[in-house]
Each structure stands twice: as structure tokens, then as C-alpha cells.
């Protein structure tokens, strides 16, 4: 029997067609009725990712899918090489035909509404030409909703594409009869601005600014909303990219540059200083720092001797090396960290649209109060007309220009004012998951410290001088390219002023270096190459270092003259907000962890001097992703803040990823906020005004209903008046807009006095 075959296959779909996210739930739950299908179908990322029997075809996956209104097809590749083409001319390619309808809708209805609005300027024969102007709006311009609404009536479902098809077609359907069958089409009809309440058979009434109006403005929300919208493939570009595009393979004794897919198991490859390392090997020749710190969260850089292994995409921060390449293509770490932030992404429940939860209600109340208004008139022998006339009424009423407004008018403020404060959120999906977060996962290096290794502290012997020792050993690391040598350098620099030149350098690999500076023969390294020189730490240094190194910080040796003199403290310093972020995370009802690569000792540390309890280190980036996870799954929603590529997988698996604007492209990709200056502060601000955001959204949505909810009396009383209609359309979209701009007001904690 074909149900004992195991599930052991797995494809990912790139859908198409797709409106709203109750059409990715319409096709998730169709091919999860296939016997031997698990799927998942994300609305943001387009994908459906499909795990299936091996004895189902993937042309049948499609099928279904085809079979419930939408497109299929196995997705095209990422390119090796980083140039998957024009990303602005592809955007361009996908937004052409919406802004192509779009613009027909504005350029089109603007005069029609004009002409209803002012009846100073309805001239003998206008509304012919508003039938003309509105046709190809509601035919050519608002097809899409159509097509959607077809697509929901045929498995019995509403959305807000149904709700604007009806309406659209209501009014525009109506205005035709009664333009060639009614007096509505008489020379010189018009539609005098009175709000009174009267009962007329419909035949005088056109609706036409309200078909044009609601079209443009829908399509004017969506063309938005489209722009903002993350692209999928956008932060797997970004890692894609992150690797070496060209390496020199030592090749019969000669070196050789080729480009990276070209090499094989096996190959000897040269890394520069200053190189990326060109995929995960092994160091057959030199020694070097490495720095790894975008991969593993580890801010210390990586000494590496023959034998160790190498990462591809790190970058060699010291001495020439030999690499034997072990592993290529897409068994390399990036390529799986890339497929880690694909799955997660893909596994991301996007938010459902407010409008399409309320139109899934609202339609159908609407069409059944439509029904029961003509039943109701028809049996009461009010005449066909008439009782078709207040029917069809409710209809048209029940299509709000507003709530084509509600979200992309508070979107467009809410995100330009964040764009003012360092703050860019990507899209209307994002905001619903700020209001349910409770725990927030900060990464270490980047976001709570600088991600620069800094000369924090100075201990020196009884009886020496800080700037003598400062600008000896500063002098002499300043010859070198470690990363700790000139994080020394530069802070000596910064305290002391020019440093004088070294008369002779030697690099020590492993231990430090060594050299003549003003005459003195100066040590700056490990205690052991002090050691080697027959000189030992006085006691009060001893301690100096041990205290530091129990901190997680690299203490430094520095000797001359044949004495130790002073011990330098080195370290990935805490930025001066983050304890202020944390307190104002903490006010925000958050719970901070701080989640991280480095060690524990370095980690807690920070935890200690920012006001963070709970702690997770060593960590590497498969394993947090690990840790959202199992966070989600004790029922916590997540929010986590990074800036590396070691953060991306997690900033899309979780629930709220918030990226630093001053990291990775491939983080920046994979978060929803991107808080641009780099201060972790500005993440609280970034939640508190998604908050803000989202309540002004909702807000909108009960109004845009809500002052058409209360005319719909009128309509089934037969009493709408076509001024009525507009007056109604017109207050509500104007209170839209109104409430929407009060996030022009939102202000920075620091600025609004917040603590």
C-alpha cells in the first residue's frame, strides 16, 4: 500500500496569485489534504515548502495547487556567483503592471469624482463622460480584485478583494441601468449637493465616483504595500555574496587565480592578509588571526596554525596561509547558514491582514443584508425597482474608499516618521507580530557592544608612567596587522598622542611582538613570550590579568628593559546606551537574554554591566535558531536583535527580527526593522512605534467601517441620497488620513522624557 511510504521528500514551490494570506492558508490546507503531504505556505516569502511521499510525482504538488486558483513552479536557483541580476529592475519588472493599473485609475477616476463632488461643473453631458472615464477603471484597473473575488466565491470564501468586487461592480452595474434605462442619462441631469433623506426609485442615481474612487484608492494602498514587501530571496543574496568571488590555487608549483565555484575538494588556495578566505579548509601552511566574528559571534579573532580549520567567507586578518579546501559549494558553512535563513523564513507564519479577517465577516452580512432588503421590499409591494434599488444600494455603501486607506495612509506616516528616527520597517505584515512580543534576544557583539576589540584598561607596575607605557607598546603594535595590536594602537594613539616609530619589529607568531622603540627593547604579547625572556608578572599585575581573563577579556603582557612593566586590558567594549536600552526594553513589558557566540565568561560579563539576567553563549548559528525555536514552543512570542550574518536565520525564524542598520546586508535582509544608526535604544522606539502603528491602523479600520456601517440603514431603507453616499466616503477617508498623521507626532524616548 502507497501510505506506508515513508515521507522522505521535500521541495519548495514559488506560488503565485496569491492576494492575501487566507490564500496562502487556501493552499496550504488543499495540499495538506494530499494523503502523504506536509506543507507550509508562506504569503511574505511567496514559497511553499512541501514534504511528501516518494511516490508523488512534484507535477502533482503543482496540480493542486493550480487546481485552487493559483500558480506553482519549483524555484529558480540563487546564482553562485552573487549577480542574480538587477534587483531594482527586477522590482520594476513585478511592480509594472499594478503601477500600469494604478495610474489608469488615477489619471481616470480623479475627473469622475471631481464631477460628483462639484455639481457647479457637471455640465450637460458629464456623466456620459464619467461612464466613459470609469469603464476601463473598473474593468481594466480593478481586475485583480475580481479575478481574487472569483477565485474566494469558488471555495466559499471572503476577502477584502471581495468585498471591493462587489461593491465596484454594485455601483458601476447600477449607474449603467440607470444612465440607458433610467433618467440618469437625461442632458442636464445633476446631482444637486443635498444631504437630505428621501426615498427615489434609483433610477436618477449614478454611482460612478464611488466605483473609480475605491478602485484608485485600493490599488493605491496595495502598489505600496508592494513596494515595502520583502523580497525572499533578498537576504540569501546577501550571504551569497558575503563569499570570496575570485581565489589563487597553488597549482604545479605556480599560482593560479580562478573563480570560487571552480575549485574542487582537494585544492591548495593562497589567503592573503586582508583576504576572504575562500571556502571551509584546512591550514596546510602559516599562521594568522582570523577573523570570524560575522559567522560565529566570537569578537576575539581566531589564531590558526597548520591544522586548524578555516570557514570560507571569514577574513584573514594577519599572515600569508595556505588553505587545503575540504569542503565546496554548497556543503560550506555559509551555504548552509544560507538554506538555516530559507527554512526560516519559509516556516514564518506571516500576520493574516486585519481587512481580510473583517471582510471574511462583513461580506457576507453585507450580501445578506442586500438579500433581505429585497426580499423585505419585494414583499411589501414596494415594486421591483425600488426593492432592487435599495438592494443593490446596500451594496454600493458597503464599499468604503477609506479602507483602501486605513492601512497604507498610516503606514506611509508611521514609516516615514520612523525613517526620521533611524527606524525602517519593511511592511503592514510586520506590525501585528510588535504587539504580541514578550521576550527579546539581544545579540552580543554588534548590538550591545561595539564589535570593535577596544584598550579598555591600563595596570601598570609600582613606580611606571601610563603614557610611557602607552606609547611604547602602542608604538610597537602599530607595526603590526593583528587586530588586538591595533586596537592597542589605537588606543594608545587616542591617549598619548603620535607614537614614535619602531627602530626594529619582529612578529612572534602565536606570542605577540617584539622590537627597539626610542632604545628601549620593548615586549608586548602573552606572559609566555615574556617568559622566554626570563622575566615574570610582579604579583599586583598577576592578579590584574587573572581578573581580566575571569571577565572574558585578553589581557596583554608588556615588558622592556628586561622588566615587566604594565598589563593592557583588550576587549569588545559595551556601547554607552545599551544599559538605557535594556531599561526601556524592560518598560516595554520585554524580557532581555542576551544570545550569543563568545564565551560565557565574556558574556556574562556584558549581561552584568548592561542589567541582563538570563544569559545564552557559545552558541553557533544553527543553535540559535535552536534557541527561538524552543522559546516559541514554551509559548513566548520572540523578538531578537543582530547585526551579523551569524544572527540572520535567527532574525527570520523569529517572531520580530530586528536588525542593526550598521551590520551584514544578510542580516539587514532577514529582519523585519532595521534600526539604521546602530543604537540598540532606537529598538525600543522601533517597537513603540510599530505599537503605534498598528493601534493606528486598527483605529482606521473601525472607523473606514463604521461610518458606512451607519448608512447602511439608509440604504435599506431605500433612502440613500447619492450625496449621502458621498458625503459618508468622503468624511471617512478624510478622518483616515486625519488620524493617521498624529504619528507625525511620535517622538524618541529621550526626547518624549521617557526613562
Known sequence: MTTTTPINAEVELAIGGMTCASCAARIEKKLNRMDGVEATVNYSTEK????????????ELIA????????????????????????????????????????????????????????????????WLSLTLTAPVVTYAAWPFHRAAYTNAKHGAA?????????????????????????????????????????????????????????AFILAGRYFEARSKRKAGAALKALLELGAKEVTVLRGGREELIRTEDLTVGD??????????????????????????????????????????????????????????????????????????????????????????????????????????????????????AAFTAAVAVLIIACPCALGLATPTALMVGTGRGAQLGILIKGPEVLESTREVDTILLDKTGTVTTGRMTLLKVHTAEGQDEAEVLRLAGALEHASEHPIAQAVAAGAAERVGPLPTPEDFANVPGLGVQGIVDGHAVLVGREKLLAEWAMRLPLALERAKAAAEAQGRTAIAVAWDGEARAVLEVADAVKETSAEAVRR??????????????NRAVAESVAAEVG???????????????????????????????DGVNDAAALAQADLGLAMGTGTDAAIEAGDLTLVRGDLRTAADAIRLARRTLGTIKSNLFWAFAYNIAALPLAASG??????????????????????????????????GMR
Open 585 to 598: 526594553l524592560r518598560a516595554l513589558g520585554l524580557t532581555p537574554i542576551l544570545l550569543t557566540g563568545d
Open 268 to 385: 591548495r588556495f593562497l589567503v592573503r592578509p586582508g583576504e576572504k578566505v575562500a571556502t571551509d579548509g584546512t591550514v596546510v601552511e602559516g599562521s594568522s588571526a582570523v577573523d570570524a566574528s560575522m559567522l560565529t559571534g566570537e569578537s576575539v579573532p581566531v589564531e590558526v596554525t597548520p591544522g586548524d580549520g578555516v570557514t570560507g567567507a571569514t577574513l584573514n586578518a594577519g599572515g600569508r596561509l595556505v588553505v587545503e579546501a575540504t569542503r565546496i559549494g554548497s556543503d560550506t558553512q555559509l551555504a548552509r547558514m544560507a538554506k538555516l535563513v530559507e527554512d526560516a523564513q519559509n516556516g514564518k507564519a506571516a500576520a493574516q491582514r486585519l481587512a481580510d479577517r473583517i471582510s471574511a465577516i462583513f461580506v457576507p452580512v453585507v450580501i445578506a443584508l442586500a438579500l433581505g432588503t429585497l426580499g423585505f421590499w419585494l414583499g411589501n409591494g414596494a415594486g421591483l425597482t
Open 48 to 59: 511553499a515548502k512541501v514534504s511528501y511521499r516518494g511516490d508523488i510525482a512534484v507535477d
Open 612 to 642: 541582563i539576567d538570563e544569559v545564552i553563549a557559545e552558541v553557533m548559528p544553527q543553535d540559535k535558531v535552536d534557541v527561538v525555536k524552543r522559546l516559541q514552543k514554551q509559548g513566548l512570542s520572540v523578538a531578537m536583535v543582530g
Open 64 to 127: 493542486t495547487v493550480e487546481a485552487t486558483g493559483y500558480t506553482a513552479a519549483p524555484p529558480a536557483p540563487p546564482r553562485s556567483d552573487g549577480g542574480a541580476g538587477d534587483p531594482t529592475a527586477e522590482e520594476a519588472d513585478e511592480l509594472r503592471p499594478l503601477r500600469q493599473r494604478l495610474t489608469t485609475a488615477v489619471v481616470l477616476a480623479l475627473p469622475v469624482i471631481v464631477l460628483a463632488m462639484v455639481p457647479a461643473w457637471q455640465f450637460e453631458y458629464w456623466q
Open 159 to 215: 476577502t477584502m478583494d471581495t468585498l471591493i468586487s462587489v461593491g465596484t461592480s454594485a455601483a458601476f452595474l447600477w449607474s449603467l441601468w440607470a444612465l440607458f434605462f433610467g433618467s440618469a442619462g437625461t442632458p442636464g441631469m445633476t446631482h444637486a449637493f443635498e444631504l437630505t433623506i428621501a426615498r427615489t426609485d434609483g433610477a436618477g442615481n449614478i454611482y460612478l465616483e464611488a466605483a473609480a474612487g475605491v478602485t
Open 719 to 752: 433612502l440613500l441620497n447619492p450625496m449621502i453616499a458621498g458625503a459618508a466616503m468622503a468624511f471617512s477617508s478624510v478622518f483616515v488620513v486625519g488620524n493617521s498623521l498624529r504619528l507625525r507626532g511620535f517622538r524618541a524616548a529621550e526626547r518624549a
